[in-house]
Structures are given as C-alpha cells and as structure tokens.
C-alpha cells in the first residue's frame, strides 16, 4: 500500500522557518516527480512548489518563490520543503503529492498543519 506521511508543521511566528518531510512508502519514487500543495480554511488548494525525480527541474509558485525550496533524497523517498520567513497567509493544511509528472498527481498524504502567527 502506498503512503505519503509528512511531518514538520507547526506554529511559528511571521518571519520564522520551517522545514516539512514526506516520506514514501510501499513502492519507489525515483523516478516520480514528488511536491507540496496547500489549502487554507475558505480557499482553494494551491500547488506551492514540484521537483522532479532527478532534481533537475523545479516549479514553484510566485507566491512562495524565493522563500520555499523543495529538495528531495531519492534514497530514502524522501522529499523537504524548507520555508523561510514565513508569512500569516503561509498557513494552511500542507499536503505532500508524488506522480509520474506535474498534473498527474496520483498518490497524497493526509497533511501537516502549518500556521504562521503575526
């Protein structure tokens, strides 16, 4: 059986970090392009940041870019996304995806909470 389980969320104040995991299980993604989307209370979910299975090639949104980096450990099926200076419309539900290309996102975890007080 597929999972995806991520951690790492949590509340921090405006302008801290952190930094979520997700973690593959039941089949290899290596060769699956992995990423994390978020949905806020009231919104809809929004695709923040992808990386493909060899690292080379990386999406993210205008609203996280030079403040997110989506990184991966194929090794371990594994993939990070560090968040630095974090905003209040940074929080919402976090939700780690894996599929064989952006679009097609086949597999997700159930989510980490993150919340960003002012």
């Known amino acids: 059986q597929v999972q995806l389980v991520e951690s790492g969320g949590g509340l921090v104040q405006a302008g801290g970090s952190l930094r979520l995991s997700c973690v593959a299980s039941?089949?290899?993604?290596?060769?699956?392009?992995m990423g994390w989307s978020r949905q806020a209370p009231g919104k809809e979910r929004e695709f923040v940041a992808h990386?493909?299975?060899?690292?080379?090639?990386?999406y993210y949104a205008d609203s996280v870019k030079g403040r997110f980096t989506i990184s991966r450990e194929s090794a371990k099926n594994t993939v990070y996304l560090q968040m630095n200076n974090l905003k209040p419309e940074d929080t919402a539900v976090y939700y780690c995806a894996a599929g064989p290309s952006p679009g097609s996102w086949n597999h997700w975890g159930h989510g980490t909470q993150v919340t960003v007080s002012a």
């Open positions: 990386i493909s299975w060899t690292g080379g090639s990386r």
């Open positions: 039941g089949r290899t993604f290596s060769r699956f392009f």
